[in-house]
């Protein structure tokens, strides 16, 4: 049996990696900073820790001697960062070397096998289109900035120790569990709450911005693949196929029954239900980022070549799914109010 130990067990790729690991007969062991709050995991061994910790990471690592190390953890959302500049390069940059540190100190830097969660923010200022592992960085963030110090710290350590330790270049990947500080949850959410009448209309930020969405499901699947692999080595996880967030705002409020034409531009666009003429989605100056990135879409070619991986998810089948299961939650909720009026 197999044991492998992931950072960020309570995050959406927490969820999915853990049961997919679970299911090929691995021992799972899950970090979290809060484990009494992880839910949905009873088979994984939880620990208590977090990436600041140096001493309490190379006890954990010691303890469990891990066959495999998937690090997840991070402060993930990019808007936040520019509040938390420093938390973030702590937490998502130097974190890492103080993992890799504690698998060297614990003497398995010949045997156990490290993945890092890297992301597509690492292109930001986008060079080419689309993006492949060659193309040149340029992140526009404080969480794409460290999430390129933690890449370069993993080829580093890679070339130097002889660290299987490769980086996936994830790109944007979404599921039910995706939390609702996340643009694609909070329209999920609103789309199915809107439906049931328990919310009028959606504020959202810039609805041009460009991406390349597929399922955490499918994605952390690479993740478990680019470990299985005999060399260690860097990968794009994509789906090759973009579309904006008004594409995605249309999906969704047509999962539950709504068409919207959309009017106006920039700022003062505004997305009206076609039957009504009622606005259910402006546009807020507050939710744009202070620097955005444009025409984000991968070139998975070498993830499909290595290591025989592609994706199968459509957006529509992601944003279907997510809709689905948050008008679940938006009919217990409306039920609940029946019955406390």
């Known amino acids: 049996m197999k044991t492998a130990l992931i950072t960020g067990i309570s995050g959406q790729d927490g969820y999915y ?22 839910r949905d995991l009873e088979f994984v061994h939880l620990h208590g820790a977090n990436l600041t910790d140096r ?3 190379l006890e954990l690592v010691e303890e469990v001697r891990p066959d495999e190390i998937y690090n997840l953890g991070a402060q993930s959302h990019v808007g936040s ?6 938390y973030t390069g702590d937490v998502d940059g130097l974190g890492v070397i103080r993992l890799l540190d504690s698998l060297r100190a614990a003497g398995l830097a010949d045997r156990t096998r490290f993945y890092q969660a890297s992301s597509s923010e690492l292109y930001g200022l986008v060079q080419e289109v689309p993006q492949s592992e060659s193309t040149p960085f340029h992140p526009r963030s404080p969480y794409g900035v460290a999430k390129l110090y933690a ?12 660290i299987h330790a490769s980086n996936g270049i994830l790109f944007n990947h979404e599921s039910p569990r995706r939390p609702t500080t996340f643009v694609t949850r909070k329209i999920s959410q609103a789309a199915a709450r809107i439906s049931l009448g328990l919310q009028d209309k959606v504020s959202l930020g810039n609805l041009n911005a460009r991406r390349d969405w597929g399922h955490a499901r499918e994605y952390v699947e690479a993740m478990w693949r680019m470990l299985q692999h005999p060399a260690p080595d860097d990968y794009v996880v994509a789906t090759g196929t973009q579309f904006s967030i008004r594409d995605f705002v249309a999906e969704a409020f047509r999962a539950v029954g709504i068409e919207l034409e ?13 039957k009504t003429g009622i606005v259910r989605v402006d546009v807020d100056p507050a939710f744009f980022r202070i620097a955005d990135v444009e025409n ?6 070498k993830a499909k070549l290595n290591l025989n991986w592609e994706p199968k998810f459509t957006l529509k089948d992601i944003v279907c799914e997510m809709v689905e299961s948050d008008l679940k939650l938006a009919e217990s909720e409306s039920l609940l109010m029946r019955s406390e009026s």
């Open 296 to 301: 984000i879409v991968g070139d998975a070619t």
């Open 81 to 86: 960062s520019f509040d938390q500049a420093e």
């Open 151 to 162: 890449y370069w710290t993993v080829v580093t350590y890679r070339e130097a120790y002889g």
């Open 262 to 274: 959309w009017e106006g531009e920039d700022v003062h666009e505004v997305g009206r239900d076609s």
């Open 17 to 38: 990696l853990a049961h997919l690991l679970s299911g090929k007969g691995y021992e799972v062991h899950g970090v979290s900073r809060t484990p009494a709050l992880v």
């Open 55 to 57: 001493n309490r990471l």
